[in-house]
């Protein structure tokens, strides 16, 4: 007869066991819902029910996507029993009872698994069944979790290797169209046709390089892998920057533009490009939402240690309720009337996220639909009570004043002479673009040097061999033989001969310059680029290297 004592004793014991098997199985949940991968899960699922539940052996069989991941996991002391178990022999003919079979499922009720478990010496009770359901519902939970996010990744990287393709194969049309308007220049001034046509396919080559680098930078800046390269520059050099972009709009429009800015230099620790991008953005919104022989006006003030800039224009305004959204990636203001909303609808949230990655703030103002909008945006500038960057930009300033002293005589625009060189440089152009190929080979024999031309990798590698040129352009996504393959041929080949190499390709990501790198490029370009840029590079060359003799 059990005595009162010991009933007490039992149920003490048993409490303790249950609290025990609770709080393990919440350290299972735990442990499941923080696993990295469904591998981590299955094998968690299957140690962890082992002994919380005293089984003998646990059979887990997981089925994702076209992905079949399993675990067995046995107890030391069942091993020969869970040997007959996986050869097969039925449980109910080697004396164990019925094993715990549990379907792992989804939310929609789809199978994705099965879960087994297994126990000689007694059934299963119906807590450990209990738990065991609890354990199995998590696990289910957990791996459709980590599945979805597989697919989110994955879908995103698709995205990002199609946004990179998408630009590559824009970029390559858009070189001969920048050399195209290299060579027009030489007749411009003679043709006022063949200038306004010049001055069309610049604008509108200009605008479409402008959308492929918004696009490439957007999956950049929405995961944090913009990098910024800051140095101290003064605020009007960045703002000649973003006009320069935008002048040939603000012409085709004939709409008025007024800068009112403070006559001392404001200085700003920031990336140049990347302002002058969010500038540029900004500013070409004002653009695109402002009628012909309308007014944009740049307003600048310091405030303490920081410098607010307001673009205001006379456009088309902004609704109460979208005042925000303008902000949102892919979004585009209505004006209710006929117009449709111009562009991609990134260009303010890419700004926005360029002013923030600098610190600074960017909000938008209007009283509403055809009143106009001011775009504000604040930014830390350089103070002195950061006596570094307050000494640089004394620097600065100091050879901005020089240089307004005494001007530089620039070149018209139209004029299509380069930096004069005093001997021409033997070149290789190597692209499987013939337009992109040939139109740079004559701009660049038409500066005086001497250029020859291949198609492929492999015809480049052998003219190589057969000229030594002393400088080769060269495009990456080359037949045969890629840029790469080419220009470690080259290298090994080069011997004493000089050799600059420059990749002109329209792969832009930072692997891709990376591996540039590694291959033995000096430079690497990103169509499309303006032939002046190649022809600076060759007369540096020419400046750090003496002509080599005419074979």
């Not at 190597?430 to 139109?439: E, F, L, T, W």
């Not at 790198?517 to 060759?538: M, N, Y």
Request: negative net charge.
């Amino acid at each position: 007869m059990i005595t009162h004592a010991e009933g007490e004793t039992a149920l003490v014991v048993a409490s303790q066991r249950f609290s025990e098997r609770l709080r393990r199985l919440s350290d299972i949940i735990v442990a499941l819902n923080v696993a990295g991968n469904v591998g981590d899960v299955v094998l968690r699922l299957g140690d962890e029910l082992l002994p919380l539940c005293t089984a003998d052996r646990v059979d887990v069989d997981v089925l994702h996507g076209e992905r079949r991941t399993q675990h067995h996991v046995t107890c030391d002391q069942s091993r020969d029993a869970s040997r007959d178990a996986a050869a097969g022999h039925d449980v109910a003919e080697s004396g164990t009872h019925a094993p715990l079979r549990i379907t792992l499922a989804r939310r929609d009720g789809s199978k994705l698994g099965d879960l087994v478990l297994s126990r000689v010496a007694a059934p299963f009770t119906s807590d450990e069944i209990s738990m065991t359901v609890q354990v199995a519902q998590v696990a289910s939970l957990t791996i459709e979790n980590l599945d979805l996010k597989d697919a989110l990744r994955e879908a995103d990287q698709r995205k990002d290797r199609f946004l990179a393709t998408l630009a590559h194969e824009l970029r390559n049309p858009l070189m001969p169209i920048v050399n195209a308007v290299a060579m027009l220049d030489r007749v411009a001034e003679s043709h006022s046709g063949v200038a306004r046509a010049k001055e069309t396919i610049d604008r509108q080559s200009s605008q479409l390089v402008r959308l492929i680098d918004d696009l490439m930078d957007v999956g950049r800046v929405t995961q944090d892998r913009l990098e910024l390269r800051r140095e101290v520059v003064l605020l009007r050099d960045v703002f000649e920057l973003a006009f320069e972009s935008v002048r040939p709009m603000l012409i085709e429009r004939n709409l008025h533009l007024t800068v009112n800015m403070p006559g001392d230099p404001i200085g700003l620790y920031v990336d140049p490009a990347r302002l002058a991008q969010a500038l540029t953005n900004i500013l070409s919104n004002a653009v695109k939402y402002t009628d012909p022989n309308g007014l944009i006006k740049v307003d600048v003030h310091n405030i303490t240690d920081a410098v607010r800039i307001e673009v205001s224009d006379t456009g088309i305004g902004i609704p109460a309720d979208q005042l925000e959204q303008v902000f949102e990636m892919f979004t585009r203001v209505y004006d209710h009337g006929s117009r449709m909303p111009a562009g991609l609808g990134i260009g303010l949230a890419l700004a926005r996220r360029l002013v923030e990655l600098h610190g600074g703030s960017m909000t938008a103002h209007s009283a509403g639909v055809g009143q106009g909008s001011t775009f504000r945006l604040t930014l830390p500038r350089v103070v002195g009570s950061d006596p570094t960057h307050a000494q640089l930009l004394q620097v600065k300033a100091g050879r901005s004043t020089s240089s307004a002293a005494t001007p530089a005589t620039p070149l018209p625009m139209s004029t299509p002479r380069f930096a004069p060189l005093v001997a021409g440089r033997r070149v290789l152009v190597v692209d499987d673009n013939i337009d992109a190929a040939d139109s740079l080979a004559l701009l660049l024999e038409r500066e005086g040097h001497h250029v020859s031309v291949a198609y492929d990798g492999e015809h480049a590698v052998r003219v190589y061999a057969e000229q030594h040129p002393e400088a080769v352009v060269m495009d990456i996504g080359l037949p045969l033989l890629d840029g790469y393959e080419a220009a470690r041929a080259m290298r090994l080949a080069q011997g004493a001969h000089p050799l600059l190499l420059i990749a002109l390709t329209g792969w832009g990501q930072r692997d891709d310059r990376k591996r540039s790198q590694e291959a033995g490029f000096d430079h690497h370009l990103v169509k499309p680029i303006s032939p002046r840029t190649i022809h600076e590079l060759l007369v540096e060359h020419t400046r750090l290297a003496p002509p080599a003799p005419t074979r």
